[in-house]
């Protein structure tokens, strides 16, 4: 079976964006295929911790995002830099994300048979 | 070589243009497409209510006449469709909309299709992501 790793760049509350990521994640993950996500630049917002969707009147993301281990999707990364520009303790995230440095990236790109950016 | 090519971005963005011109240059050269996968705004690529200037290209006329002449398999994300409005007549109806503008070669379906693209195709090659 071919891997897939998806880079979901999108900021939680941005648009669409963040997630229909996820949902290309939750779909493939159902289907049992060897799936990986990694939060990258503005995506590791989506790890942040006390966020407040209702007061946007937007659906809680959190939830989506918790449902990824339940979906087989338990390959998580996010980038150390990613978490550094934007002020992020690493050891405050939503979800148990593995934090890699920039030689850990390149490697973890390189891993997976198909890549998709979104 | 098989390739599934994905589409993230609307008709009037460079990314779909690109995409279609590469999808062109796939088969001719005697590759083949296994899937064309419409996502995110991509999905406007699919649309006939989109209305270009006389003097421009007209994507989405482009892409329907390519994908009727190899017969490709040409899929609309369902759930990306519906949250922007590019419904077919079965959609329309289920939801009581006015407007459907996407037919036939086009089809709506789910995002399992491009997972299922994806493990037969040797090559994903995506357009218009981030």
Redesign the interface.
Known sequence: ??S?LIIN??APWSG??AR?AL??AL??G??D?PIAMLFLDDGALQLMPGQHPQKLQQKDLGANLQALPMFGVDSLYVSARSLAERGMPQTSLTLPAEVLDDTALRALIERYD????? | MKFAI?L?AAPHQPSSRRALRFAQAVIAQGHEIVRLFF??DGVYNASSAVVSGQDEIDLPSQWREFVDQHQLDGVVCI??AL?RGALNDEEAARYSRTAASVQAPWQLS???Q??EA??IAD??I?FG??
Do not use: S
Not at chain 1, 114 to 118: D, P
């Open positions: 079976m071919k897939l760049r999108q669409p964006g229909e949902d290309i779909a493939g159902a289907f295929l198909q890549v998709v950016t979104i | 994905a993230f996502y995110q759930a990306a949250r789910g995002l399992g491009l997972h994806n493990q090559r994903l995506c992501g981030a």
